[in-house]
């Protein structure tokens, strides 16, 4: 099929985070032009450091690459298999981790934005949009992620009439390699799982773990704004001071939690183990797994440097907190993505009230996929919702409890539970053998959707790319 690009008006994006450079890639694969609006460096952020689009800010890691028993591997295959920009910078850059899929976070913006601005249908404008877009942007993605610069934010919410709901975000501290005592610690994978030892582990006695969460409890922490104070954080990235104060062996059944690990020096499991992964390609960066923080820098440092191993410790990048908001999207968009109260605003990304980095790409890839077969005429429905991305979109779009609803990482209880098993069927067993049966049938419904779906030749021939 072939397409004419005569005079077709751009679909514009707002944000070059994860979510936008993936919503622009789909949108230009489609051979429809798009132009990315990225505020930055013209104006920060709280948490970004560069003005890298696609950045990675709070990890390195896009979480298990396992596609067969986790929903969030799945989604990864998911995406690979549309063609996903993110994911191809990811697994281009990825670095060791055991089961996990992590990246050297500096290469994978790098990669993004070389694609991106060497493409011929994108446009990069470096510049902040400090209202609703202007009426004559009649297709519009808004992937502002949650750290949407106020004049924007405040457009949308006296547009919508919703209050926005907020939590903060925590950022991990990042430890350099050299400064850290191989002595006590030691390189291994959870249960020896992946084809390395990819990850440092610290450990600590029981005296050394209560002596840590007496500290983490008396810790000095940032002091939250008047208008911040009500601010429920996000459960599934809580601060580590946070999960202390919920009990003496939170953190033991946490990011500390010590099975499936060995000391060598002991030949036993230690009380607790402190969890370090690799942040960047030279492995010279590691950051603490789960140790998202708002305590004040020099009490991290003070604290952190009492976990046995990281007494010299070396920071490259100290934890820090941000409020983050999102829109309440069970009221307020449809099914592809549209505002309800002015259907050419698409948003995509954090802002929907997904989590992770890889859901907020998957959130991109679909809005950009929306706009692009909008614009060209040509009709594409939603995902089925046995599939990862098509899950995720049912409960941001309408699943979820408008009163209730919380940003959510992709998980097997977003999926419809399985079909009733035929007569003289075997049943399933295990949680492990629903799971794959989950996972083939989504991949299986995601290959009958995109076969249904008629792309322009510019699409067809490049699935791959």
């Given at each position: ?6 005079k ?6 707002i ?5 936008g450079a ?7 694969r489609?051979?429809?032009?798009a132009?990315i609006?990225e505020?930055?460096?013209v104006?920060?952020?709280e948490?970004h450091?560069?003005?890298g689009?696609a950045e990675l800010?709070?990890s ?5 690459d396992d596609?067969e028993h ?7 295959e998911?995406?690979?298999r549309?063609?996903?920009?993110i994911?191809?910078?990811a697994?281009a ?5 055991g089961?996990?899929?992590?990246v050297?976070?500096v290469?994978?913006s ?5 694609q ?6 994108i446009?990069?404008r ?9 009426e004559?942007?009649?297709s519009?993605?808004v992937?502002?992620g949650p ?6 934010s405040?457009a949308?919410?006296?547009l919508?009439?919703?209050?926005a ?5 925590a950022i991990?501290p990042?430890?350099?390699k ?7 610690a030691w390189?291994q994978?959870r249960?020896?799982?992946g084809?390395?030892a990819?990850y440092?582990?610290c ?6 773990y209560?002596?840590?969460i ?8 940032t ?10 954080y ?5 601060p580590?001071?946070?999960?202390a ?6 953190l033991?059944?946490?990011p500390m ?11 036993r499991r ?5 969890q370090?992964r ?33 007494e010299?410790?070396?920071f490259a990048r ?17 099914p592809e ?8 605003l698409r948003f ?12 907020s ?5 679909l ?6 077969s ?5 009709p ?5 919702g046995?599939t990862?991305?098509g ?11 408008g009163d ?7 998980n097997?209880?977003?999926?419809p539970?399985?079909?009733a098993l035929?007569p003289?069927?075997?049943r399933r ?7 794959a ?15 249904a ?5 510019s699409v067809a021939?490049?699935k791959?790319?």
């Amino acid at each position: 099929m072939s397409i004419s690009r005569v005079k077709m008006n751009p679909v514009h994006i707002i944000g070059g985070g994860l979510a936008g450079a993936e919503a622009a890639w789909q949108i230009a694969r489609s051979g429809v032009p798009a132009v990315i609006h990225e505020m930055r460096p013209v104006r920060g952020t709280e948490a970004h450091l560069t003005d890298g689009l696609a950045e990675l800010v709070c990890s390195n890691s896009f979480r298990s690459d396992d596609a067969e028993h986790n929903a969030v591997g799945l989604l990864h295959e998911e995406m690979r298999r549309c063609g996903s920009l993110i994911m191809s910078a990811a697994d281009a850059t990825r670095i060791p981790a055991g089961g996990a899929l992590a990246v050297d976070r500096v290469g994978v913006s790098r990669a993004v934005s070389q694609q991106l601005e060497s493409h011929p249908t994108i446009a990069i404008r470096r510049e902040e949009i400090t209202g609703l877009p202007p009426e004559d942007w009649d297709s519009v993605i808004v992937a502002t992620g949650p750290l949407t610069a106020p004049a924007l934010s405040n457009a949308i919410l006296d547009l919508t009439g919703e209050d926005a709901l907020a939590f903060f975000d925590a950022i991990a501290p990042v430890v350099y390699k050299e400064s850290i005592d191989f002595s006590t610690a030691w390189f291994q994978s959870r249960y020896d799982k992946g084809d390395t030892a990819d990850y440092i582990n610290c450990p600590l006695d029981e005296a050394q773990y209560i002596a840590f969460i007496d500290a983490l409890r008396g810790g000095d922490t940032t002091q939250f704004k008047e208008w911040e104070k009500d601010t429920p954080y996000f459960e599934g990235c809580l601060p580590i001071e946070v999960m202390a104060e919920r009990g003496l062996d939170t953190l033991r059944f946490g990011p500390m939690k010590p099975v499936g690990l060995t000391d060598p020096r002991t030949g036993r499991r230690a009380h607790a183990v402190v969890q370090l992964r690799q942040d960047n390609a030279l492995g010279t960066l590691y950051n603490i797994v789960g140790f998202q923080t708002k305590l004040k820098y020099e009490a991290q440092k003070a604290i952190f440097r009492t976990i046995p191993g990281l007494e010299g410790a070396r920071f490259a990048r100290l934890g820090g907190i941000h409020r983050n908001t999102f829109l309440n999207s069970p009221q307020l968009l449809d099914p592809e993505l549209r505002l309800n109260a002015m259907p050419r605003l698409r948003f995509a990304g954090q802002i929907t009230g997904v989590e992770g980095y890889v859901e907020s790409a998957a959130c991109g890839l679909l809005a950009g996929r929306f706009a692009a077969s909008h614009r060209l005429g040509v009709p594409l429905a939603p995902p089925p919702g046995t599939t990862a991305m098509g899950a995720l979109l049912n409960h941001i779009t309408g699943g979820a409890t408008g009163d209730t609803f919380q940003p959510m990482n992709i998980n097997f209880g977003l999926f419809p539970p399985l079909e009733a098993l035929e007569p003289g069927q075997k049943r399933r067993k295990g949680r492990r053998e629903r799971r794959a049966a989950q996972g083939r049938r989504a991949l299986d419904a995601l290959e009958r959707w995109l076969e249904a779906t008629v792309l322009p030749d510019s699409v067809a021939s490049n699935k791959t790319a």
